[in-house]
């Protein structure tokens, strides 16, 4: 998982595909579902996934309009693709949307 900032989002989501989660440490559906990401990350090597630090990318959070955490946002050469998963409890429909993804 790689961490972004407002600063350098845009590149990180700029080629292929891309998996986004605005998370905090504090929130306990997002480490809830940390292990489950890290599992996809491993199942999907061709994927990017990026982590943003909901409390430290405040400015970032409200141009991607997020309001509750975890939020999963989709990205195919730096466009958003598919529905946002806001607040997944498990891993089913987080790699239902990862395999459309990587169909398209």
């Known amino acids: 998982m790689i961490n972004a900032t407002k ?3 845009a590149s990180k989501i700029a080629d292929g595909l891309c ?3 605005m998370s905090a440490s504090w929130c306990p559906d997002c480490v ?3 292990p489950i990401m890290e599992d ?6 061709s994927v990017h996934f990026v982590l943003l630090d909901f409390d430290s990318n405040i ?3 409200e141009e991607l309009e997020i309001y509750k ?3 999963l946002i989709f990205y195919k050469n ?3 693709v598919g529905e946002r998963l806001i607040e997944p409890s498990s891993k089913i429909p987080i ?3 990862l395999e459309a993804l990587c169909k398209d």
């Open 7 to 9: 600063q350098d989002f």
């Open 19 to 21: 998996v986004v989660e």
């Open 32 to 34: 809830r579902i940390k």
């Open 40 to 45: 996809l990350e491993v199942r999907y090597p």
């Open 59 to 61: 400015e970032l959070k």
């Open 69 to 71: 955490i975890p939020t």
């Open 78 to 80: 730096g466009k958003e």
């Open 95 to 97: 790699q239902n949307a």
